[in-house]
């Protein structure tokens, strides 16, 4: 079965620094990559998704890169704000597959004021 | 507004007991999911259902029963075969229109033994 990875598992950055989080994916038959905000004793929340025919999308302060071929995607996001601080999950899904969605660990994020 | 409930947020199991955990949709989505969430572990898939009266195991799935009688709700049940239910539980929905689509959560129940 499918395999994610995700790195590190906390970052602390100043405010206004970028911030990257990395995830890996076994599975070439993904074809599907969100990532989910979770604030604490709140269920996540879709912030930006990939899918496998493009290779970056951004939105605001926020983008995704996805490299096919080294199976990895990562989430970038510029100009840190103080409520960016939460955890963030990246997954991963293969075509049709609405059960088999694989999440990473988690990082969790702290941006200090 | 359309989103998950999940009810209640916090709730308290005795030894030998069963619990259930309510998740109730108006998305108008088909396919329902139950996650449990433990520190550093990421959310483990406990059942999921893509229609009324089915419903599939999970990779955590002992211990844990549920019910889909209407498209709407998806009841989590943690048996007293769960030897350790305390965690996070979150319900998630998605619609089903043949791309793969984010799945939408709730805001999770607690759970702790007494």
């Known amino acids: 079965g499918e395999n994610v990875e995700q790195h590190p598992s906390t970052l602390s950055v100043q405010e206004g620094d970028s911030a990257v989080i990395k995830c890996t994916y076994s599975?070439?038959?993904?074809?599907?990559f969100p990532w989910y905000k979770q604030e604490l004793g709140k269920g996540p929340q879709l912030i930006i998704d990939i899918r496998s025919n493009v290779g970056e999308k951004k939105d605001q302060r926020i983008a995704v890169t996805l490299n096919k071929t080294a199976k990895h995607f990562s989430l970038h996001i510029t100009e840190t704000q103080p409520e960016d601080s939460a955890v963030y999950f990246c997954?991963?899904?293969?075509?049709?597959?609405?059960?088999?969605?694989?999440f990473g660990i988690g990082t969790k994020l702290q941006v200090i004021p | 507004d359309g989103g998950i409930t999940q009810s209640p947020k916090y709730l308290f199991r005795k030894e030998g007991q069963n619990v259930t955990l309510s998740c109730e949709q108006n998305l108008n989505h088909d396919a329902m999911y139950w996650y449990r969430q433990d520190p550093g572990q990421g959310l483990r898939l406990i059942y999921y259902s893509q229609i009324v009266n089915d419903f599939q195991k999970g990779d955590i799935a002992e211990g844990y029963s549920v019910s889909r009688e209407k498209k709407e709700s998806f009841p989590l049940t943690v048996t007293s075969a769960q030897k350790n239910p305390t965690a996070f539980y979150l319900c998630?929905?998605?619609?089903?229109?043949?791309?793969?689509?984010?799945?939408?959560f709730g805001d999770g129940t607690r759970l702790s033994i007494l």
């Open positions: 998630a929905s998605t619609p089903l229109d043949g791309v793969n689509q984010p799945q939408h």
């Open positions: 997954a991963a899904s293969p075509p049709g597959g609405y059960q088999k969605v694989t």
């Open positions: 599975d070439s038959a993904s074809n599907y």
